[in-house]
Structure formats: C-alpha cells, structure tokens
C-alpha cells in the first residue's frame, strides 16, 4: 500500500453533533439543546479569567495544583488523586488511550454519551453496546455484556440524554460485579443537581478500578472553557497524567474554574432554580400530554408518540425561536432533549408544546 491511511477504527467515528445554536433570521432565539446553565458562570469566575489573561504570555502551570486543592477541598477529596482535563471529555480520552486497544473491549450503554463510543474508536478498541431497561442503566446486561475482552465501562450517572439515575445500592452491585481488570467510569457530569449524591467519589476513593469524571461545564456554567477532572486511585491517575499533555488546560480557564467552584453562593441558586423550573417544566409538558421520566439533571427528556411526532413538534418550537435537542442518534428517536432554561425559556417551551399539541388533537 502505498498511500495514508489512518488508524483501524478512525473512519468509523460519526462527528460528533453538537446542539445547534441559530437559527437564521429569527430573532430572540434561546438556545435548549446544550445542557447550558442559563444564568451563566460566577462573576468573580469571569474576573478571574479576565485577570488571568493578562499573564498570557506565560506558560499555564502543568500541575494544576492550586484548582486540584480548590476541588479537593470543596468535595473532601484528596487532591493527588485528582486529574484535570479539557472538559471532562478529554478524562474519557485518557482513560480510553490508557487503557484500551486493538482487541479491547469498551461497554457503553444503549442511550449512553456518544463521547464513549467516538474515544473508544479513536483509541483502536471496539465499543460494545449494552442494553438499557425503560430508559435506565441496566446493571445486569452491563455485567452479562463483559468478557475477558472488556476494559472500561462507561456510564453517566445522572445519564444524558435519558435524565434517569442509578441508586447507590445499584451502583455498588455493578462496581462488585465487574472483573478486577475492568475500569469503572462514573461520569458524573450532572452529579452536581442531585442533592446529596457524591457522583461516585465514595466508590472511587475506595475501589482500585473506579474512577469518577466531573465537568465544570454544565451547574458551573463554563462550557465555553473546557474544564473537567477526574477522580481516582493513585495508581490510575498517575497513569493518565503520563497521557497528559503538560499544558492542557489554559491559565484564565484554571483560574475561571477555581473561582467558579469557591463561589458556593452562585452554585446554590443555580441549582434551586434548576430544579424548581425543571419539575413546573415536566409538568406543564404532562398537561399537555407530553410525558417524561422523572429528571435528575438540567434537562427534560420529553416523550412524544411517534418520530414525526418529535421532529414535527421539533419544527415547530424552532418557528418559536426554540432551539431543542433531537436524540434519534441516542436511540430515541420520538423524544427530545430540552434544557431547563430559565423562567422565561420554560414558559416559552411549555407555551409552544401545548399549542403544538392543540393544533395536533
Ligand atoms: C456535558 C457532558 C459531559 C461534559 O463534557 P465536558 O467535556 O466536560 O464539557 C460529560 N458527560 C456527559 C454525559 C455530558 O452530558
């Protein structure tokens, strides 16, 4: 052969579909299909980057010690076993690089994070689908889907685009019953509005195969920037900062994330409002007909009939200026994904679903 080529597995990775952001000529447009928080990031996190940026002709440090000892201390953990990466994705590329390739097997499950499935390709290993139970992880087919090939389970809990999660009882189960040479990853991404939960760190403070993924993106408000981290046992973390790049995160986004975690304040009123507007939100969409599961995050998944029915009452919220999320490619094609906005985007919604579905009956 004497031409390029990349990697096995590379062409077989779909680009990935980001939630769309305009829509041409309409004005007053929100934006629902990213899992964004609407009220946006701390004000002393935007201070923070735009002091940082002022020192950008320097090197960021490679250690990230000072945002390792912001987490630690905000969560209890012990900051040397903290990783930090480029939005929590790119942990998820780590630990696919570090631990999986050609032959390897990587499980995901059937409504799962497409991020998963695209590291797992990139790495050279086969992803592995497993099915869900009415829209929930299911631990059994998760533990059925292993063999001497698996290496990594990746699930999000909270789950996207599902909103559903498991208990701690079910996830203990699951972490008992993998093999030792299998990791566990808890992508806890949404962890931050389920009050009381930890998101994993007990499991992966205290198993050598259970690691748990964080983001700043979504409660914190700092998609924009890129920054997530990991949590796990030493000898794990140790392996993927040898993956790392050593200037991985920038200064104003380490300094924007160590303000961002410090302001308790901001965090907490977020999430109030996240999880008042999201129970008015799924119950004006019953009303009108339209049913959901119960929501542990900062968005509804709304059921509709059929296909057409979703993408017609898709239409239609977009010639109201409401941009949501389609979900076909999570293997629900007559649902969709609408982020919990703020007051006014949740009447907005609801106002639209309804006359949607008035005009339909
Ligand atoms: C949004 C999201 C992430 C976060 O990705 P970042 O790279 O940190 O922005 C991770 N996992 C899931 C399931 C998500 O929905």
Same mark, same amino acid.
Request: aromatic share 6%; proline share 6%; charged share 20%.
């Given at each position: 052969m004497n031409q390029i080529a990349p990697q096995p597995g590379i062409m077989d990775i779909a680009l990935y579909q980001g939630g769309a952001a305009h829509l041409p000529g309409m004005a007053n447009v929100v934006k629902l299909s990213s899992n964004e928080n609407p009220f946006g990031p701390s004000p002393h996190a935007i201070a923070a980057a735009q002091a940082a940026l002022a020192g950008m002709h320097r090197y960021p440090p490679t250690d990230h010690a000072a945002l390792r000892a912001a987490i630690g201390a905000a969560h209890g953990l012990d900051p040397e076993r903290i990783i930090c990466g480029v939005g929590s994705d790119e942990i998820i590329t780590f630990l696919c690089q570090a631990y999986a390739g050609p032959g390897d097997e990587v499980i995901h499950t059937?409504?799962?994070? $497409?991020m998963y499935r695209i590291s797992t390709l990139a790495a050279g290993a086969t992803p592995v689908e497993v099915p869900e139970r009415d829209r929930v992880v299911d631990v059994d087919a998760i533990l059925s889907g292993c063999t001497d090939r698996t290496r990594l389970v990746f699930i999000a809990n909270p789950a996207n685009p599902t909103g559903t999660m498991l208990g701690g009882a079910e996830l203990a189960r699951l972490a008992d019953g993998l093999p030792g040479r299998v990791i566990l990853v808890l992508d806890g991404a949404y962890a931050e509005f389920v009050d009381g939960f930890d998101g994993g760190a007990g499991l992966a403070g205290t198993r050598p195969n259970v690691v748990m993924t964080r983001t700043f $993106?979504?409660?914190?408000?700092?998609g924009g920037m890129r920054i997530g981290w990991g949590y796990g046992p030493a000898a794990v973390i140790d392996v993927l900062n040898r993956v790392r790049g050593p200037f991985n995160l920038s200064a104003p986004a380490l300094a924007a994330a160590e303000a961002a975690i410090r302001d308790t304040d901001h965090a907490g009123r977020c999430r109030a409002e996240n999880a008042r507007l999201r129970v008015w939100l799924a119950d004006a969409l019953a009303a009108a007909g339209v049913p959901s599961d119960t929501s542990c995050t900062n968005f509804i998944l709304a059921r509709f009939a059929s296909r057409a029915e979703a993408e017609a009452c898709d239409a239609h919220l977009q010639s109201r200026g409401l941009i949501v999320r389609r979900v076909a490619g999570y293997g629900l094609p007559a649902a969709l994904r609408i982020t919990v906005g703020d007051e006014a985007a949740c009447r907005r919604v609801a106002a639209a679903v309804a006359e949607f579905k008035a005009a339909a009956a």
């Amino acid at each position: 052969m004497n031409q390029i080529a990349p990697q096995p597995g590379i062409m077989d990775i779909a680009l990935y579909q980001g939630g769309a952001a305009h829509l041409p000529g309409m004005a007053n447009v929100v934006k629902l299909s990213s899992n964004e928080n609407p009220f946006g990031p701390s004000p002393h996190a935007i201070a923070a980057a735009q002091a940082a940026l002022a020192g950008m002709h320097r090197y960021p440090p490679t250690d990230h010690a000072a945002l390792r000892a912001a987490i630690g201390a905000a969560h209890g953990l012990d900051p040397e076993r903290i990783i930090c990466g480029v939005g929590s994705d790119e942990i998820i590329t780590f630990l696919c690089q570090a631990y999986a390739g050609p032959g390897d097997e990587v499980i995901h499950t059937e409504h799962g994070f $497409s991020m998963y499935r695209i590291s797992t390709l990139a790495a050279g290993a086969t992803p592995v689908e497993v099915p869900e139970r009415d829209r929930v992880v299911d631990v059994d087919a998760i533990l059925s889907g292993c063999t001497d090939r698996t290496r990594l389970v990746f699930i999000a809990n909270p789950a996207n685009p599902t909103g559903t999660m498991l208990g701690g009882a079910e996830l203990a189960r699951l972490a008992d019953g993998l093999p030792g040479r299998v990791i566990l990853v808890l992508d806890g991404a949404y962890a931050e509005f389920v009050d009381g939960f930890d998101g994993g760190a007990g499991l992966a403070g205290t198993r050598p195969n259970v690691v748990m993924t964080r983001t700043f $993106s979504k409660l914190y408000g700092l998609g924009g920037m890129r920054i997530g981290w990991g949590y796990g046992p030493a000898a794990v973390i140790d392996v993927l900062n040898r993956v790392r790049g050593p200037f991985n995160l920038s200064a104003p986004a380490l300094a924007a994330a160590e303000a961002a975690i410090r302001d308790t304040d901001h965090a907490g009123r977020c999430r109030a409002e996240n999880a008042r507007l999201r129970v008015w939100l799924a119950d004006a969409l019953a009303a009108a007909g339209v049913p959901s599961d119960t929501s542990c995050t900062n968005f509804i998944l709304a059921r509709f009939a059929s296909r057409a029915e979703a993408e017609a009452c898709d239409a239609h919220l977009q010639s109201r200026g409401l941009i949501v999320r389609r979900v076909a490619g999570y293997g629900l094609p007559a649902a969709l994904r609408i982020t919990v906005g703020d007051e006014a985007a949740c009447r907005r919604v609801a106002a639209a679903v309804a006359e949607f579905k008035a005009a339909a009956a």
